[in-house]
């Protein structure tokens, strides 16, 4: 007690401030999403994101060269397709094209139909206006497996329907790919952070919201519950999204459960944060950090 207890001793100078510093940002465990477009020559701004860019597979390979390997996670990659096909190939190009500059660069992939169907939303859609769970597994496992062949490290399915950590792993160890890891979005929320990035990847829902497989934001213990199957299905890294708004839920899955937890601070969030500064962003890193995220995913982290 007072006056015995000082707090303040402890934080006299910088020496000793860093000194008890229980939490530390590390730039190797920060991924950066990317998204890529068809065409050549093309690194265009994305408007509703300032400082993030659509860029082709050429150009982004050229960028790549530019980074450096041992300040970076990794990069997210998000396909943002002309035809809207599930089998369509530009994020297989461009897994291909950044290996071939920087075999050490760690590649991630997004794995979801929104970006590929017409309606955009993350399943397959039946004729009565309903996702259709079951029937879309396969094609996001068909999807993944196309990523891990041309090189994939990691991949990072976004959907949230149901079942679908279990099949893509399946597919995966069934071609040859057992050790690819998957890095599952288990409790992202039907968040009003995203929308930036929905005009970013063109993969605004065409009619109705996310709610039938995106979480209730007002739930925590069902998160729970997302990511303990997601383990059970065979995940080996754990996503919560967004990160700044549901700090708690990082908290809490944090205390339950061991695999590495990931964290990611969404265009929403971005956006808000550009406005604030520098300080600002290192603080909300060092929040999403300090409750308990391993990883963050963040389009700050090449900054
Ligand atoms: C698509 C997907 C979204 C994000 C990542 N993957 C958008 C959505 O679900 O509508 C959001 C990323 C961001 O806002 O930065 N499944
Ligand atoms: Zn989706």
């Known amino acids: 007690m007072f006056p015995q207890t000082r707090l303040r001793r402890l934080r006299k100078s910088p020496q ?3 000194l008890v510093e229980e939490t ?37 390979a050229n960028k790549v ?17 002309e ?28 794995v979801c139909l929104c970006a590929y169907t017409d309606h955009g939303h993350c399943g397959l859609m039946g004729p009565d206006g309903q996702i259709q769970n079951d029937a879309s597994l396969e094609v996001l496992a068909e999807m993944a497996l196309g990523h891990a062949q041309a090189g994939a490290d990691l991949i990072a399915p976004s959907d949230m329907l ?10 995966l160890d069934e071609n040859g790919f057992a050790e690819t890891p998957i890095m599952s979005y288990s409790a992202k929320y039907a ?12 993969s605004a829902p065409q009619f109705g919201d996310r709610k039938s497989y995106q979480m209730n934001p007002a739930n925590r213990r069902e998160a729970m519950r997302e990511i303990a199957a997601d383990i059970e299905e065979g995940a080996d890294i754990v996503m919560i999204k967004p990160a700044l708004p549901y700090l708690d839920v990082i908290a809490e899955a944090r205390r339950r459960f061991d695999v590495p937890i990931a964290a990611y601070q969404v265009s929403g969030e971005y956006v808000m944060l550009q406005k604030m500064g520098e300080e600002a962003v290192r603080e909300s890193l060092i929040a999403i950090k300090r409750a308990g995220a391993d990883i963050i995913i963040s389009y700050f982290a090449d900054a």
Do not use: W
Request: aromatic letters at 6%; a positive charge; charged letters at 25%.
């Open 16 to 18: 000793m401030r860093r």
């Open 24 to 60: 530390r940002l590390d730039p190797c465990q920060i991924i950066q999403p990317v998204f890529v477009v068809e065409g050549r020559n093309i690194e265009e701004p994305i408007r509703s994101m300032p400082g993030q860019f659509h860029f082709s597979v050429d150009q982004l």
């Open 65 to 81: 060269k530019g980074l450096n390997e041992e300040k970076l996670g990794g990069l997210l990659l998000f396909g943002v397709p």
């Open 83 to 110: 035809k809207k096909d599930p089998k369509n190939p530009l994020v297989a190009q461009a897994i291909q094209a950044i290996k071939e500059v920087k075999p050490g660069l760690l590649v991630a992939t997004d």
């Open 162 to 171: 149901d079942g679908r950590v279990k099949v893509i792993r399946q597919t």
């Open 191 to 202: 968040s009003a952070f995203y929308g930036p990035f929905r005009d970013a990847a063109h």
